[in-house]
Structures are given as C-alpha cells and as structure tokens.
C-alpha cells in the first residue's frame, strides 16, 4: 500500500517560456528539501510557447514531487502565482519567480523564521543586478505605493515569499479578481517576518515583465489599494473652481467699474487648455477605477486550468477544474 505523506512545504513556480532556466531551477530547488520529506514543487505553466511544459512533464515523471498546472493560455505572473497557490497542499507556500532570480536557497531561511512563529515571511531585495532604470522605478514604486495607499506593504518585498496554511486558506477565499498578491498579503495581517536577500540575474532566457506589464501592474496596484487619485480631484477641482469664482467676480468688477478689459485671445485659450487637461486626468483617473469595478463585477474566473499533472484536484476557487 502506498503510504500517504502529508505534505509540509508548497513551492509555487510560475513558468513562462523559461525552457533555459528549468533544469538548474529543478536541480537547485530540490537541493533545497533533500532530507526533508513531504514537500511538492508547483510549477505553473502560464500557456509557454517553447517547451517548457515537456520539460516539466518529463521531470515529473521522474520525480512524482513535481506536480504541473498547465493554464489553457498567457494570464500573466499574479494570475498563474494565485492558481499555484489554490491548488498547493502545504502547511506553508512558498512563492518563487522562475528564473532563479530568487535564489532558493533562501527557502531555507524563509523556514526558520515560519518555524518561529511568523505566518508570512517576505524576501527583501537588499541589492540586486537589474539594470539601473528596472531597479530605480521598482525602488521608486513601493515608497509612492506607500505615500499613497491605505495599506503599507514592506519596502522591496516582491513575490518571492513564504506563507503560512492560515493565510493561503484567507488568500484564497478572498474574491478579489484584480490581483496585486504583494498588497494583498500585508493586508490579511499576522506576524510577518523578513529575509534579506541579494537578487541574482535572471539565468537564461529573456525578460517577461515589459514596460507595459510593468505599468499595468503599478496602475493595478494603486489602483486597488489606494482612494486618494479620487480624492485629489476634489481638491484639484475645488481649487479650480475657486480660481474661476474669484475670476468671475472680478470681470463682473471690471465691467461696472467701466475698465476697459482687453479681449484676451492667450489667456482664454490657456485656461481651457488648463481645464480641459485636468478634466481629461480626472476622467482617466475615474476610468481606471471603473474598470476595476467591471473587472470584479464579471466575476470571470482569474485562470483557466487546461491540465493538471501529478495532483488530484480537490478545489479550485478561482479556475475551472479539469
Ligand atoms: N511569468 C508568468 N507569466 C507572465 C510573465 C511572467 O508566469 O505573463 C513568470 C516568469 O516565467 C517568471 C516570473 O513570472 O518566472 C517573473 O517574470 P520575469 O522574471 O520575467 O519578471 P522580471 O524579473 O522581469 O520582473
Ligand atoms: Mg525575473
């Protein structure tokens, strides 16, 4: 008879087109649990259009560890991390890009402190070999996040984290579609704890988060975490209104008075311009949470599974079972 072990660690993989990096990621991370039992490895297929799927299918017939979610189609980075971690069985997920700028190593670490009693511990980018432009916006986009929204998430934390079983189960009941996992964690709360780490280069292949992703990903977080874009256009229109009130009384001034105003062509043109350029941010501004609204509103599932690989599926809030 088989004997069932329960299984302690989860590690969720992402994989887009990184048939370069598979092999050594496998190698490393398994390096990582050799003597522990119980643990699988997830790797999440996000529709690769090399062959990373037969990479990964190959290996899990050699090692029944590696289990494969296989997405029906590219959902992107949040999307394929939350479908791993709604099918993952540990008593703690482990989260990792894969292209071994997390280096997995550090799991190890991630474990000590889970076992002193934290329930979320988050890797902290102390350095990293990124290109200046890639380090300084990501540098820049967690303080503004911070300034701006209603929730404060650790400075240079990325995805690369460990969570504990009471968390994925909140995680993965929360119904939220637009997915921006690194606010979402500090939101649910408990003990955190924190790792610091250097983030090597990417080990082969190429880079999957464009500019476009990139600010995708920022207008998405801001957008879900913060209200104070809407609040600003009140105090901007407020502000303008003013302006245009004391401008009102004072042509009305003006023409009692019998002060010969000139006819103003520059000046008339400037404000519209003004005003139209600031009426357009606060439409687009609005848009953008609009499109927030409809997103949740669809209640379309976040991902869709075309095949699973070495696990049984027992439930999947957010994505269609096979
Ligand atoms: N990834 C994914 N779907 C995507 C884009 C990326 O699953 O649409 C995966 C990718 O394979 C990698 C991780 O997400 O494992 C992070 O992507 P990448 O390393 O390209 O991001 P960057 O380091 O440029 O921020
Ligand atoms: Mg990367």
Known sequence: MQKIIKIKYSVVIPIYNEEKVIPELYSRTTKVFSGKAGYEIIFVDDGSSDHSLEILEKLNKKDSKIKIISLSRNFGHQEAISAGIDFAKGNAVVTMDGDLQDPPEIITEFIKEWEKGCKIVYGIRKSSKESFQKRFFSKMFYRVFNKLSNIKIPLDAGDFCLMDREIVDILVK?????????????????????????????????AKYTVNKSTKLAINALASFSYLPLHLFVGIGFFTSLFSFIGIVLTIIAKFAGIEVVKGWTSTILVILLLGGIQLIMLGIIGEYIEKIFEETKHRPIYIVNKLVGITPNRSPKGRQV
């Open 174 to 206: 929360l119904p939220e579609r637009v997915r921006f996992l690194r606010g979402i964690r500090p939101w649910i709360g408990f003990k955190q704890g924190f790792v610091k780490y250097d983030r090597d280069k990417r080990y082969g292949g190429k």
